[in-house]
């Protein structure tokens, strides 16, 4: 019987692809990062951030959403992001945005 089950299941056969870069968003205490979706199926997106405030984060955003808000974060703070797409519990290789820093002021301005 469960045999098959096992056999309705579509597992993929390789690695999801890598997500490609966005833009990322500057606040005084956020980052508002965003990528383009990985092509073939994704189940959902990991989202980990390595900030230089110790206020690490780690979000998975399920479904075509292609956006992640940071928050909390100190004026000045430096942070690593890695995006990873997930797929049949397989992993892209990893997105990695190096050294955002939030604003030290009010503004806000865009990268891209």
Not at 2 to 17: G, K
Not at 42 to 58: E, F, G, L, P
Not at 64 to 74: K, Q
Request: glycine share 8%; with cysteine.
């Amino acid at each position: 019987m469960l045999r098959d089950v096992l056999h309705f299941i579509n597992y993929p056969s390789a690695d999801p692809e890598q997500p490609d870069l966005g833009k990322i968003e500057k606040k005084l205490t956020e980052l508002h990062i965003h990528w383009k979706k990985s092509t073939g199926v994704v189940d959902y997106y990991t989202i980990a951030a390595n900030c230089s405030c110790n206020c690490n984060k780690s979000i998975n955003h399920f479904g075509v959403d292609i956006s992640a808000h940071i928050t909390g974060l100190m004026p000045g703070t430096h942070c690593n992001v890695t995006i990873t797409a997930v797929s049949g519990g397989r992993y892209s290789r990893p997105l990695i945005y190096y050294d955002i820093e939030t604003l030290e002021s009010g503004k806000t301005y865009f990268l891209f």
